[in-house]
């Protein structure tokens, strides 16, 4: 905070908050705890150190170029820092995500490996919290350790200012209508016949040219998993809330920005009224935006939005060289029963590779042919669950694939114990060639990397060298989803409508606030998205 002050990015009587809750200080942790901890922040300090080499090659080529000085650069971060490596971070999340332990013996026997291509590394929380300094709470909550962000922008061409701070309060909503204005371009009402949706920032060009420029007039909301926040004219109120408890439990807390930037003076009892009337704008904001109704659950959220959507789908057909697939209309193996099965030609000689391969040597599986075996790896956080065929692969055209069966318990599991088990028995040409029984499975798979067919393209699923690309013949892979999470395509279509309309008692009452409490807006928000 003294190098901030100094260098005038924070107010010179910034004061620094207490810990966040459940960090404790440094030296209440153990010298194994430390060490993983100094060497999860040393891998974060390199990828930062990485980004900015590799930043400065671009600027360079542009100067090359002769394009440097009317190109408009943009470095900016989309939260605070992350809260999701909670007290003793990970060395690969992906694993404790699935319910596979970290415990910190591994942390340290997997030190090496931090950084790494077979790592998914999150720092502590309490690295995050001094990553987020002078600022309270993390990424995903409305405090400022959650919303605050650098920002640079650098355009020789049409920005004189250089090296040059700026305190206006910016959205990164504003950033549309403000490069809009820059380059003299109005926000068209409709594309290829499609009315556009309102741009909701405002620009903030003026305070580029002029430091003494006023801020935004318009107020800002935010919300984020049910912690809300609202800002206006240099006052702030945040309510935190804990996922799972009635809206209206939630406290709300009053700040003066201009006097108070890591909001430590918390003024809601002195000024009842200016917090109540910031309220009312939290709610009037959050109808016009479609913040509305409230839904605070994030497991359930996380999993509609990465892959669920296309749930109705049962049948997948890939065929050779497609690669790369986004997760995100990949087919959704997480907690469910499929069946995987290759068409290929083998000749005499035999033939190895991958045939089918989903995520990255941090998490994901892999279906290939290695040493004339069927091979299937379950990787889950660098976890390595194999098996191999009791048989070698005949020659000629074949079916090879695996059939995964997740059995669910029937009697209550032991307390912390997975409630079910899955079965994956490798197929060749319909019949079992090999089985393995886990309790190991996908509850979250997260891959940037996405699908491949015919070889597996990016960081190794398993154990073999990228891209380990089939040799054989690859006709086609077929992957079946089975009936146990079948998904109601009609309720889903209904429950995401119901989402997206606000009840009209809800309307009535906005329009009149007297009309009804906080209590009432979230009753009225929660039978909407029952």
């Given at each position: 905070?003294?190098?901030?002050?100094?260098?005038?990015?924070?107010?010179?009587?910034?004061?620094?908050?207490?810990?966040?809750?459940?960090?404790?200080?440094?030296?209440?942790?153990?010298?194994?705890?430390?060490?993983?901890?100094?060497?999860?922040?040393?891998?974060?300090?390199?990828?930062?150190?990485?980004?900015?080499?590799?930043?400065?090659?671009?600027?360079?080529?542009?100067?090359?170029?002769?394009?440097?000085?009317?190109?408009?650069?943009?470095?900016?971060?989309?939260?605070?820092?992350?809260?999701?490596?909670?007290?003793?971070?990970?060395?690969?999340?992906?694993?404790?995500?699935?319910?596979?332990?970290?415990?910190?013996?591994?942390?340290?026997?997997?030190?090496?490996?931090?950084?790494?291509?077979?790592?998914?590394?999150?720092?502590?929380?309490?690295?995050?919290?001094?990553?987020?300094?002078?600022?309270?709470?993390?990424?995903?909550?409305?405090?400022?350790?959650?919303?605050?962000?650098?920002?640079?922008?650098?355009?020789?061409?049409?920005?004189?200012?250089?090296?040059?701070?700026?305190?206006?309060?910016?959205?990164?909503?504003?950033?549309?209508?403000t490069l809009l204005e820059l380059?003299?371009?109005?926000?068209?009402?409709?594309?290829?016949?499609?009315?556009?949706?309102?741009?909701?920032?405002?620009?903030?060009?003026?305070?580029?040219?002029?430091?003494?420029?006023?801020?935004?007039?318009?107020?800002?909301?935010?919300?984020?998993?049910?912690?809300?926040?609202?800002?206006?004219?240099?006052?702030?109120?945040?309510?935190?809330?804990?996922?799972?408890?009635?809206?209206?439990?939630?406290?709300?807390?009053?700040?003066?920005?201009?006097?108070?930037?890591?909001?430590?003076?918390?003024?809601?009892?002195?000024?009842?009224?200016?917090?109540?009337?910031?309220?009312?704008?939290?709610?009037?904001?959050?109808?016009?935006?479609?913040?509305?109704?409230?839904?605070?659950?994030?497991?359930?959220?996380?999993?509609?939005?990465?892959?669920?959507?296309?749930?109705?789908?049962?049948?997948?057909?890939?065929?050779?060289?497609?690669?790369?697939?986004?997760?995100?209309?990949?087919?959704?193996?997480?907690?469910?029963?499929?069946?995987?099965?290759?068409?290929?030609?083998?000749?005499?000689?035999?033939?190895?590779?991958?045939?089918?391969?989903?995520?990255?040597?941090?998490?994901?599986?892999?279906?290939?042919?290695?040493?004339?075996?069927?091979?299937?790896?379950?990787?889950?956080?660098?976890?390595?669950?194999?098996?191999?065929?009791?048989?070698?692969?005949?020659?000629?055209?074949?079916?090879?694939?695996?059939?995964?069966?997740?059995?669910?318990?029937?009697?209550?599991?032991?307390?912390?114990?997975?409630?079910?088990?899955?079965?994956?028995?490798?197929?060749?040409?319909?019949?079992?060639?090999?089985?393995?029984?886990?309790?190991?499975?996908?509850?979250?798979?997260?891959?940037?990397?996405?699908?491949?067919?015919?070889?597996?393209?990016?960081?190794?699923?398993?154990?073999?060298?990228?891209?380990?690309?089939?040799?054989?013949?690859?006709?086609?892979?077929?992957?079946?989803?089975?009936?146990?999470?079948?998904?109601?395509?009609?309720?889903?279509?209904?429950?995401?409508?119901?989402?997206?309309?606000?009840?009209?008692?809800?309307?009535?009452?906005?329009?009149?606030?007297?009309?009804?409490?906080e209590k009432e807006w979230i009753?009225?928000?929660?039978?909407?998205?029952?």
């Open positions: 905070m003294a190098r901030q002050k100094a260098m005038g990015i924070v107010p010179p009587d910034t004061r620094m908050p207490p810990r966040n809750d459940g960090v404790k200080a440094w030296d209440e942790h153990s010298a194994d705890e430390r060490h993983v901890f100094t060497r999860l922040q040393a891998a974060f300090a390199g990828m930062l150190d990485h980004a900015d080499r590799h930043l400065a090659r671009l600027v360079a080529f542009l100067e090359a170029a002769g394009i440097r000085d009317n190109t408009l650069i943009l470095v900016l971060s989309d939260n605070g820092a992350s809260q999701e490596g909670g007290p003793l971070g990970f060395v690969n999340a992906m694993g404790s995500y699935n319910f596979r332990p970290e415990p910190m013996a591994e942390k340290l026997r997997r030190i090496d490996d931090i950084g790494g291509p077979d790592s998914h590394t999150n720092f502590p929380h309490g690295w995050a919290m001094a990553s987020n300094t002078p600022l309270r709470r993390y990424k995903q909550n409305t405090h400022g350790g959650g919303i605050r962000d650098p920002f640079v922008m650098s355009w020789p061409k049409r920005i004189a200012a250089k090296g040059e701070l700026r305190h206006q309060f910016v959205h990164a909503s504003d950033l549309a209508p380059v003299g371009v109005g926000a068209p009402g409709e594309i290829a016949g499609v009315a556009q949706m309102p741009i909701e920032g405002e620009s903030f060009a003026r305070s580029i040219a002029d430091p003494a420029a006023p801020s935004k007039s318009s107020p800002q909301y935010f919300e984020m998993f049910g912690h809300r926040g609202i800002w206006r004219n240099g006052w702030k109120a945040v309510a935190f809330h804990p996922s799972g408890t009635p809206f209206e439990n939630d406290k709300w807390e009053l700040f003066h920005l201009d006097k108070d930037f890591s909001e430590i003076d918390d003024l809601a009892e002195k000024e009842p009224e200016r917090l109540a009337e910031m309220i009312r704008l939290w709610w009037s904001e959050a109808e016009k935006h479609q913040v509305l109704p409230l839904d605070d659950r994030f497991g359930p959220r996380f999993a509609e939005n990465a892959t669920r959507f296309h749930g109705a789908r049962n049948k997948f057909t890939f065929h050779a060289g497609m690669g790369h697939v986004p997760t995100d209309v990949a087919p959704d193996v997480r907690s469910r029963s499929y069946t995987i099965e290759a068409h290929v030609e083998i000749g005499e000689g035999g033939a190895e590779g991958v045939l089918i391969a989903h995520g990255d040597a941090t998490s994901g599986y892999s279906l290939y042919v290695k040493d004339g075996m069927l091979v299937h790896d379950l990787n889950i956080g660098g976890g390595h669950e194999i098996v191999t065929s009791n048989r070698r692969i005949p020659a000629g055209a074949r079916r090879l694939g695996v059939h995964v069966e997740r059995v669910v318990r029937k009697e209550p599991p032991a307390k912390g114990a997975r409630t079910g088990i899955s079965e994956y028995t490798l197929l060749i040409d319909g019949e079992p060639a090999g089985a393995l029984q886990t309790q190991l499975g996908f509850h979250t798979l997260i891959s940037w990397s996405g699908l491949d067919i015919g070889r597996d393209r990016s960081s190794p699923v398993s154990h073999y060298e990228a891209p380990f690309e089939f040799t054989g013949r690859l006709l086609r892979v077929t992957v079946d989803m089975h009936e146990d999470q079948k998904l109601d395509g009609e309720a889903v279509g209904k429950t995401q409508m119901a989402r997206q309309r606000l009840p009209s008692s809800l309307r009535a009452k906005r329009s009149n606030p007297s009309r009804g409490t009753a009225s928000s929660l039978r909407s998205s029952q």
